[in-house]
């Protein structure tokens, strides 16, 4: 991937160059066009390697979506397209899968889960930059369950606000994650079961951004959770900034606040 910076900022395709924007880089991404026939990825030998990639990548793509559904309350805080990052991780959580074959190996949350734990939805300020207090927490994931310890938090020392927006509160999402199986009867990849995209999602009050809060426990709970296996537990955290808006409500400002994901059990 070229970078096309200077005079010439076309987009859109040229002879054999295509150019285009991307959020999260600066410039103009440029790309050659060619590659490959789609016939000689089908049939060639060459390719083979190629086309037992393809079928996993279904796979992925299916526990990138898995994920999403899990932090379900918690995306609106990405201030990049994170599908790449994450579909990467899940990638590292596929090859750990050392029970099937190539073109066929599983996304095991319920195994690897903790490789995804750390996850950031952002870029330009991660959330360990934002909110810089430790969080405690416990999760039963018997009970679909969790408590958060939230400590005292002073502005300007445990809260970074970088565009000074007047509002905050705290967000979690305790969500659910199914693990990713090829089923060979269909030849194709599913959730191991459907008891998928159940989440539970808690916030602080609004506060003033130049006042500090006193300690809070907060609790969230999966309606009607069975834990079984195959299905995980992912708690994620966030931080959001607002404004005031007509009517007493509160706007919040896009791009302003962070999120990541704590833990995966």
């Not at 959020?23 to 050659?32: F, Q, S």
């Not at 994450?86 to 599983?106: A, F, N, P, V, Y």
């Not at 679909?144 to 970074?160: D, K, N």
Request: glycine share 10%.
């Amino acid at each position: 991937m070229a970078k096309l910076k200077g005079l010439l900022t076309y987009t859109g395709s040229m002879g054999g160059l295509s150019a285009y924007q991307m959020r999260g880089v600066d410039g103009i991404v440029l790309r050659e066009k060619g590659g490959p026939t789609k016939e000689q990825v089908k049939k060639s030998s060459r390719f083979a390697m190629t086309r037992l990639r393809n079928e996993e990548w279904a796979g992925n793509m299916k526990a990138v979506q898995q994920m999403n559904l899990a932090m379900q309350g918690m995306r609106h805080l990405g201030d990049y397209n994170y599908t790449g990052a994450l579909s990467k991780l899940c990638r590292r959580i596929q090859d750990e899968d050392r029970t099937q074959e190539l073109g066929r190996r599983s996304v095991l949350f319920s195994q690897s889960g903790y490789i995804v734990e750390g996850f950031g939805l952002n870029m330009y300020h991660p959330f360990d930059s934002v909110l810089k207090h430790p969080l405690q927490y416990e999760i039963e994931k018997a009970a679909g369950t969790a408590v958060i310890e939230l400590p005292e938090i002073i502005p300007g020392i445990h809260l970074s606000n970088p565009m000074k927006q007047p509002l905050y509160r705290i967000a979690f999402v305790l969500g659910t994650v199914a693990d990713i199986i090829y089923d060979a009867n269909k030849n194709c990849y599913r959730p191991v079961g459907e008891l998928t995209g159940w989440n539970a999602v808690v916030q602080t009050d609004w506060q003033s951004s130049n006042e500090k809060t006193t300690t809070q426990q907060l609790e969230l709970a999966i309606h009607n959770w069975q834990s079984q296996p195959g299905f995980s537990l992912v708690l994620s955290a966030g931080v959001e900034f607002g404004q005031p808006a007509a009517g007493g409500y509160i706007q919040i400002t896009r791009y302003a606040g962070a999120g990541k994901v704590l833990r995966v059990v």
